[in-house]
């Protein structure tokens, strides 16, 4: 996607003489530009997703990770203890792929040990919300884990549960998601953040790229105008090219991924 070209398509609304204002995230600008109908769904209907095996492990090991890194000096024993605490039971069919899963997650967090034992960082804030004006707007996010370097540098770290290359990853969105943090950090949380990282947590390969703030004005340009429309209650037609990847795509009156 190219975001001038989208903000060239997409025109503001007229003018309100009270403009509304809006909540705006990462979560609701996603679906508005991939299936506006997809957004509709969601946030203005109120459809809840249903778990899946995969959502559910990956809000168990959030949970498990944001919980391990607010105690003091705690070991894979407690990681795994906090694992089994935090575990999410809604989304599996049966007891046997609820097991499989469960073990797939164990192994994860035994491997994210291992890169714990060789951490140089400070993990400086874990599940840290922010939230900053943006005209009348607002724009609200919440960072899995920032880290502070040794030379005082600011790490933004999304953890990723799923694998690399599967359905749905985009690596337009994770960008977008990232700079969207970054701009958080600087605009609600008072630091600069140097590098954003993906962090995948099943194989800890890292994507790091560093963080370049000549995007911000394209990027406020893009929340700002999307929040505009949400709030105007502009819905744009769905785009079925994301069907195949929808939770909503078997009652969706306009998918075409039924099967
Ligand atoms: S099933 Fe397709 S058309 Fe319907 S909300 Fe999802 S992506 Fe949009």
Redesign the pocket.
């Given at each position: 996607m190219n975001l001038p070209a989208w903000l060239a398509a997409h025109p503001a609304p007229p003018a309100q003489k009270r403009p509304r204002s809006f909540e705006i995230n990462f979560s609701r600008l996603r679906a508005y530009l991939e299936?506006p109908?997809?957004y509709k769904?969601r946030f203005v209907d109120g459809r809840r997703q249903p778990f899946t095996p995969a959502s559910a492990l990956g809000m168990t090991i959030h949970k498990a990770l944001e919980a391990f890194h607010r105690e003091e000096a705690p070991d894979l024993g407690r990681l795994l203890e906090l694992y089994e605490r935090h575990f999410h039971h809604a989304g599996f069919d049966d007891p046997r792929l609820k097991e499989q899963w469960y073990k797939k997650g164990e192994g994860m967090l035994r491997r994210y040990w291992k890169d714990e034992e060789g951490r140089r960082t400070r993990a400086a804030y874990m599940e840290r919300e922010f939230i900053f004006p943006l005209g009348p707007h607002t724009v609200r996010g919440m960072i899995d884990r920032v880290d502070e370097h040794p030379d005082g540098r600011f790490e933004v770290i999304d953890y990723k549960t799923g694998a690399e290359g599967e359905a749905g990853e985009s690596s337009f969105f994770q960008d977008l998601q990232l700079r969207i943090y970054g701009l958080g950090c600087k605009e609600a949380l008072g630091f600069d953040p140097a590098l954003l990282t993906l962090y995948y947590v099943a194989t800890g390969h890292r994507k790091t790229r560093e963080y370049d703030a000549s995007g911000e004005g394209e990027l406020q340009a893009l929340l700002g105008r999307a929040a505009d429309l949400m709030a105007a209650g502009k819905l744009l037609p769905?785009?079925?090219s994301?069907?195949p990847s929808?939770v909503?795509?078997k009652t969706?009156q306009?998918?075409?991924?039924r099967d």
């Amino acid at each position: 996607m190219n975001l001038p070209a989208w903000l060239a398509a997409h025109p503001a609304p007229p003018a309100q003489k009270r403009p509304r204002s809006f909540e705006i995230n990462f979560s609701r600008l996603r679906a508005y530009l991939e299936c506006p109908w997809e957004y509709k769904l969601r946030f203005v209907d109120g459809r809840r997703q249903p778990f899946t095996p995969a959502s559910a492990l990956g809000m168990t090991i959030h949970k498990a990770l944001e919980a391990f890194h607010r105690e003091e000096a705690p070991d894979l024993g407690r990681l795994l203890e906090l694992y089994e605490r935090h575990f999410h039971h809604a989304g599996f069919d049966d007891p046997r792929l609820k097991e499989q899963w469960y073990k797939k997650g164990e192994g994860m967090l035994r491997r994210y040990w291992k890169d714990e034992e060789g951490r140089r960082t400070r993990a400086a804030y874990m599940e840290r919300e922010f939230i900053f004006p943006l005209g009348p707007h607002t724009v609200r996010g919440m960072i899995d884990r920032v880290d502070e370097h040794p030379d005082g540098r600011f790490e933004v770290i999304d953890y990723k549960t799923g694998a690399e290359g599967e359905a749905g990853e985009s690596s337009f969105f994770q960008d977008l998601q990232l700079r969207i943090y970054g701009l958080g950090c600087k605009e609600a949380l008072g630091f600069d953040p140097a590098l954003l990282t993906l962090y995948y947590v099943a194989t800890g390969h890292r994507k790091t790229r560093e963080y370049d703030a000549s995007g911000e004005g394209e990027l406020q340009a893009l929340l700002g105008r999307a929040a505009d429309l949400m709030a105007a209650g502009k819905l744009l037609p769905p785009d079925t090219s994301f069907c195949p990847s929808c939770v909503f795509r078997k009652t969706c009156q306009f998918s075409v991924a039924r099967d």
